[in-house]
Structure formats: C-alpha cells, structure tokens
Nanobody, 119 residues
Framework: VQLQASGGGLVQAGGPLRLSCVASRRFFRIDVLGWYRQAPGKERELVASITSGGTTRYADSVQGRFTISRDNAEHTIYLQMNSLKPEDTAVYYC??????????????WGQGTEVTVSS
C-alpha cells in the first residue's frame, strides 16, 4: 500500500491548514487511519486516528483544534488543522494500520509533509 501525503506548508500562528493523504487501495473496515508528527529532536507521536466506524482519537495537544476525517470513496485521509501554534511545527505522516489476518498487523506510512507555523 502506498500513501501520498500533501498539503503541508508555511502558515502563520492562528491560521488553518488541511493535509490530505491518498492511499493506493480502498480502505477496509478493519483499517485504522491516522496522522502522526515528528518535530526536530523529538519522537514521532500520534496526532489523530479514525476507525471505519468513525471513532476518533486525538492527542491532548490538538484536541479541539484538529479534525481527522476519511473519504472511503476516494480512499483519502484528511487532517484539518485550525488555530495552529508554533509548537505544531513538524513533519506530518499519514498512517494506515492494516490487519491482513487475526495474528498479523502492518503499518504503512506516507512520505511526510512538512508543516511550519510562524509566530
């Protein structure tokens, strides 16, 4: 599975930005989709995730500002980011967590898209 992320860029603090990630295959019901980020000198962290049933999960630092969504028809994942802060600056990666069997779990990653928030 290939994931192609886009939408990163330079934005002023307080502004919005929307990231997109297109998958090379359709989403299966068991897939969990997510966005992670990695800031310079820090570990990669989960930003948001969404299941096929629409259950979402957010990092405390982005709760209420970011919204994750999925378009199954277009096999695309979105991350709407509002009220951006300089501390949101990072490379953002989309992720597809697949379970091809009961015992197997695979993680697919996009190439990363850079978000820079200026103060």
């Amino acid at each position: 599975v290939q994931l192609q992320a886009s939408g990163g860029g330079l934005v002023q603090a307080g502004g919005p930005l929307r990231l997109s990630c297109v998958a090379s295959r359709r989403f299966f019901r068991i897939d969990v989709l997510g966005w992670y980020r990695q800031a310079p000198g820090k570990e990669r962290e989960l930003v948001a995730s969404i299941t096929s049933g629409g259950t979402t999960r957010y990092a405390d630092s982005v709760q209420g500002r970011f919204t994750i969504s999925r378009d199954n028809a277009e096999h695309t994942i979105y991350l709407q980011m509002n009220s951006l802060k300089p501390e949101d600056t990072a490379v953002y990666y989309c992720n597809l967590n697949a379970k091809p069997s009961i015992e197997a779990e695979l993680d697919y990653w996009g190439q990363g898209t850079e978000v820079t928030v200026s103060s």
